[in-house]
Nanobody, 126 residues
Framework: QVQLVESGGGSVRSGESLTLSCTAS????????LVWFRQAPGKEREGVAA???????IYIDSVKGRFTISRDNAKNMLYLQMNNLKPEDTAMYYC????????????????????WGKGTQVTISP
């Protein structure tokens, strides 16, 4: 069973930055497409950014130009660099892994993920 672990969440002010990280213990992530999801209170979970095994990426419109997803297969790490954060970015952020999907497919397939982390909270104050 692959266990994903997120880190890097926190509480910052609007306009500031955070970098989220995700790693897997004992298993390699290099063969999986990887996705960052988020879920705000009272809202459905949504895909934020996805990256495939060739590092092709996709983002939802609301974070384009502000967020950057990246992976380091040598370190078995996934990252989400978040700049110019806004209060509407407040949510629990989860990383997930899925085998065989394109970034677009993975971004829209929260129910189709193979593995999930437990999440890291991001809170943005005005």
């Amino acid at each position: 069973q692959v266990q994903l672990v997120e880190s890097g969440g926190g509480s910052v002010r609007s306009g500031e930055s955070l970098t989220l990280s995700c790693t897997a213990s004992k298993y390699t992530l290099s063969s999986y497409s990887l996705v960052w999801f988020r879920q705000a209170p009272g809202k459905e979970r949504e895909g934020v950014a996805a990256i495939d095994v060739n590092s092709r990426t996709i983002y939802i419109d609301s974070v384009k130009g502000r967020f950057t997803i990246s992976r380091d297969n040598a370190k078995n790490m996934l990252y989400l660099q978040m700049n110019n954060l806004k209060p509407e970015d407040t949510a629990m952020y989860y990383c997930a892994a899925v085998y065989g999907l394109t970034p677009a497919q993975a971004l829209g397939s929260s129910r189709g993920m193979d593995y999930w982390g437990k999440g890291t909270q991001v809170t943005i104050s005005p």
